[in-house]
């Protein structure tokens, strides 16, 4: 199966999508939700938390079958250079809480769409496919 753009931006849309939607700095997540409505949760808050537990156990199980915890401290520190880098050009300032929020949230979407897309690139590049290991 080839790696096209489009299922490059798909991986992104969705991994996006599911940080958002668990939590973000606008009020309107499921983060929210659920504190809003922490004495009457509903059929539809668990249903909802399901949903995101799943799509969060998707990406990271993906995520670190591609990248695995090296790949990913390499990642988070890029991730966290670049944040620096942001604050250093004065583009972000570290007072504004929400601000960094959004920007580590964007950068979370971007290595969970790279860990979805890694065994792709990898493939490749190199030519070595990534397996799950199966035990007898």
Request: contains cysteine; aromatic residues 14%; hydrophobic residues 55%.
């Amino acid at each position: 199966m080839r790696l096209t753009s489009s299922g490059i931006a798909l991986r992104f849309l969705f991994s996006i999508l599911l940080v958002l939607l668990s939590y973000n700095p606008s009020g309107y997540s499921y983060f929210h939700w659920v504190y809003q409505n922490l004495h009457t949760i509903t059929p539809y808050i668990a249903i909802a938390g399901l949903v995101l537990i799943i799509g969060w156990a998707i990406y990271i199980k993906a995520t670190l079958n591609s990248l695995g915890i090296a790949g990913i401290l390499l990642a988070s520190a890029l991730f966290g250079c670049l944040i620096w880098l942001f604050i250093y050009w004065k583009i972000l300032d570290v007072h504004n809480t929400s601000a960094v929020a959004w920007v580590v949230e964007i950068l979370l979407a971007i290595l969970l769409a790279i860990g979805m897309c890694w065994s792709h690139i990898s493939l490749r590049w190199s030519g070595q496919v990534d397996v799950d290991e199966i035990e007898n």
